[in-house]
Every structure is written in C-alpha cells, then in structure tokens.
C-alpha cells in the first residue's frame, strides 16, 4: 500500500535520487520516502534511468501510485 506520512507534507516533491545501479534498491527507498511526504493529492517528480523505468514503474505500482512518464531523453 502506500506508504504513511508524519507531519502535513507538501505539494511537490521534485528529486534526483541515486540510480540504483550500484546500490541496489535505494532509488525505490527514495521514492517511498518522498511519496510519505507529498500529501494526499500531491505530486512526486523523479528522474531515473531509462534502464531502471521498468522497474520504478512496478514498484510505483505496487505503492498504490499512478506513475507517468513526463519526459525521456534519448
């Protein structure tokens, strides 16, 4: 489920969290911890990795969240 904020949040978070790639699974650890402190109604913005996306978009998912893709670089 989605996972709970203490304390009123904010409206935006906009974050560059580490890829994931070396430390495997802290890029999802950045993402729940920025989804706890957005509130209800909110908007988490994050860059990852295009290899990663896959991967991110699952565990968004998986944390009750609607996941959009706002723009890829190629």
């Known amino acids: ?6 304390g009123p ?3 935006t978070v ?4 580490p890829f994931g790639t070396r430390n495997k699974g802290i890029d999802v650890l950045f993402l ?3 989804l706890k402190s957005v509130v209800d109604g909110g ?15 699952s ?3 998986a944390m009750v969240c609607s996941p959009n893709l ?4 190629t």
């Open 1 to 6: 489920g989605k996972p709970r904020r203490r």
């Open 9 to 11: 949040g904010f409206d």
């Open 14 to 17: 906009v974050m560059n969290p």
């Open 32 to 34: 729940q911890h920025a």
């Open 43 to 57: 908007a988490v913005y994050s860059l990852h990795k295009s290899t990663t996306r896959e991967h991110i978009y």
């Open 59 to 61: 565990a968004a998912v």
């Open 70 to 73: 706002r723009a890829a670089l």
